[in-house]
């Protein structure tokens, strides 16, 4: 052996042991959190004293764990504790395996509530078959413990069960880290796939881009927005451009969403300031309350960029474009989906007329997704190693 050996073998055993180190301290974080929520669910079902803790039971257990020095367990980290042990119940009998010697009034497998089942014994499904169940075949602990907690913090909030099976699959089957699975999620891949004829295509275009890397205004934003107006064709393939052309194409109705008043104004409306342009998705008046409103509409989740983005449309507007006897503008950003702490850190100190909505598009029959995602369910199973 060389220097040369020496240094890439002693390079390539610490890469390794990185790898394995995080391996394990993010199989042992899933553990902990499913343990916590179970704990929780256990107390607020069965607890002795929990009368005495009200609804103020998660606020005092995050204070007084923070009091004890712990860090990383919030009041959000335990709301979505409490949600994964729901979600997931699967990995209960490695979570509490795991504890075991810390939780002798549990056995291990048993849900102190009975929501554990016992470990699936049938045939794995076969195509054709699944869209009978009313639930999709949920993918067994050992391999949902190879993703990480940020990944099921994103499951979790996905309330339909087919909905996150399916980005299960895909996050398992692509490798995505969570940055892919937001974008995926946020571009409405699932919504996408099953609207298309030909949803292999889809996925496999989403998979190479994977590899790449007179009252008050406020009454009359809604939140969501149900599009189900859009009436998509059918098409082999949707992308995202695909929806936000359809949005637009479908002015008559999208006023009837927004409510009465309202007056369509222009599309992709220019604003040039200096030698640069930037545009407008829709302008709308309101000939009632007589002030504009300002659209932005993004395919994607918001961003706090997208605030500054409209407060400067609003300054804009306000400067140049106001006529006599007009209220100031209104400024809507349209987007698939938003965190409220997010929007609120990010809409803080701006113009009060700046409102964030999320927006659905109309939703794919269910029976055109289930024989797929069972499909993708059943291969990925059997081509894992059996668990040792």
């Given at each position: 052996?060389?220097?040369?050996?020496?240094?890439?073998?002693?390079?390539?055993?610490?890469?390794?042991?990185?790898?394995?180190?995080?391996?394990?301290?993010?199989?042992?974080?899933?553990?902990?959190?499913?343990?916590?929520?179970?704990?929780?669910?256990?107390?607020?079902?069965?607890?002795?004293?929990?009368?005495?803790?009200?609804?103020?039971?998660?606020?005092?257990?995050?204070?007084?764990?923070?009091?004890?020095?712990?860090?990383?367990?919030?009041?959000?980290?335990?709301?979505?504790?409490?949600?994964?042990?729901?979600?997931?119940?699967?990995?209960?009998?490695?979570?509490?395996?795991?504890?075991?010697?810390?939780?002798?009034?549990?056995?291990?497998?048993?849900?102190?509530?009975?929501?554990?089942?016992?470990?699936?014994?049938?045939?794995?499904?076969?195509?054709?078959?699944?869209?009978?169940?009313?639930?999709?075949?949920?993918?067994?602990?050992?391999?949902?413990?190879?993703?990480?907690?940020?990944?099921?913090?994103?499951?979790i909030r996905i309330d339909d069960p087919w909905k996150r099976a399916f980005y299960e699959n895909e996050c398992l089957k692509g490798n995505w880290?969570?940055?892919?699975?937001?974008?995926?999620?946020?571009?409405?891949?699932?919504?996408?796939?099953?609207?298309?004829?030909?949803?292999?295509?889809?996925?496999?275009?989403?998979?190479?881009?994977?590899?790449?890397?007179?009252?008050?205004?406020?009454?009359?934003?809604?939140?969501?927005?149900?599009?189900?107006?859009?009436?998509?064709?059918?098409?082999?393939?949707?992308?995202?451009?695909?929806?936000?052309?359809?949005?637009?194409?479908?002015?008559?109705?999208?006023?009837?969403?927004?409510?009465?008043?309202?007056?369509?104004?222009?599309?992709?409306?220019?604003?040039?300031?200096?030698?640069?342009?930037?545009?407008?998705?829709?302008?709308?008046?309101?000939?009632?309350?007589?002030?504009?409103?300002?659209?932005?509409?993004?395919?994607?989740?918001?961003?706090?960029?997208?605030?500054?983005?409209?407060?400067?449309?609003?300054?804009?507007?306000?400067?140049?474009?106001?006529?006599p006897g007009d209220q100031p503008p209104v400024g809507l950003i349209l987007c698939t989906d938003k965190k409220q702490t997010r929007v609120d850190?990010?809409?803080?100190?701006?113009?009060?007329?700046?409102?964030?909505?999320?927006?659905?598009?109309?939703?794919?029959?269910?029976?055109?997704?289930?024989?797929?995602?069972?499909?993708?369910?059943?291969?990925?199973?059997?081509?894992?190693?059996?668990?040792?």
């Amino acid at each position: 052996m060389n220097y040369t050996d020496l240094l890439s073998t002693v390079s390539d055993v610490h890469s390794a042991a990185l790898r394995g180190t995080a391996k394990a301290v993010n199989h042992l974080h899933v553990l902990r959190n499913w343990t916590i929520g179970c704990l929780i669910v256990e107390f607020e079902q069965h607890g002795e004293d929990r009368a005495a803790y009200g609804e103020r039971m998660l606020r005092n257990l995050c204070d007084d764990l923070a009091a004890k020095g712990m860090t990383g367990l919030g009041l959000s980290t335990l709301k979505g504790c409490r949600t994964f042990y729901r979600t997931y119940p699967q990995i209960g009998q490695s979570a509490i395996g795991q504890f075991q010697g810390l939780l002798p009034h549990l056995q291990k497998g048993q849900s102190p509530i009975g929501l554990l089942p016992a470990p699936a014994t049938e045939a794995l499904p076969q195509p054709g078959d699944a869209g009978a169940g009313a639930a999709p075949t949920p993918l067994p602990a050992q391999v949902l413990l190879r993703l990480s907690w940020t990944h099921f913090l994103e499951f979790i909030r996905i309330d339909d069960p087919w909905k996150r099976a399916f980005y299960e699959n895909e996050c398992l089957k692509g490798n995505w880290v969570v940055r892919d699975l937001q974008r995926q999620i946020g571009s409405l891949l699932y919504e996408r796939t099953g609207l298309s004829t030909d949803k292999r295509a889809v996925l496999e275009h989403a998979r190479q881009k994977a590899l790449e890397t007179p009252g008050q205004i406020a009454d009359l934003i809604r939140d969501p927005y149900i599009l189900e107006f859009v009436g998509l064709a059918e098409k082999p393939h949707y992308l995202e451009k695909d929806l936000e052309t359809a949005l637009l194409d479908h002015l008559q109705s999208f006023l009837l969403e927004l409510g009465t008043g309202f007056c369509f104004e222009a599309r992709q409306k220019r604003v040039t300031v200096g030698d640069e342009h930037d545009y407008i998705d829709l302008v709308f008046y309101h000939r009632l309350l007589r002030c504009h409103l300002l659209i932005d509409l993004k395919v994607r989740p918001f961003k706090h960029g997208d605030a500054g983005q409209m407060n400067f449309y609003l300054n804009y507007w306000k400067d140049n474009m106001l006529a006599p006897g007009d209220q100031p503008p209104v400024g809507l950003i349209l987007c698939t989906d938003k965190k409220q702490t997010r929007v609120d850190y990010a809409t803080a100190g701006m113009d009060p007329q700046l409102f964030v909505s999320r927006y659905l598009v109309a939703l794919p029959k269910p029976e055109d997704l289930q024989a797929l995602i069972e499909r993708d369910t059943a291969a990925w199973l059997q081509n894992q190693p059996s668990e040792a």
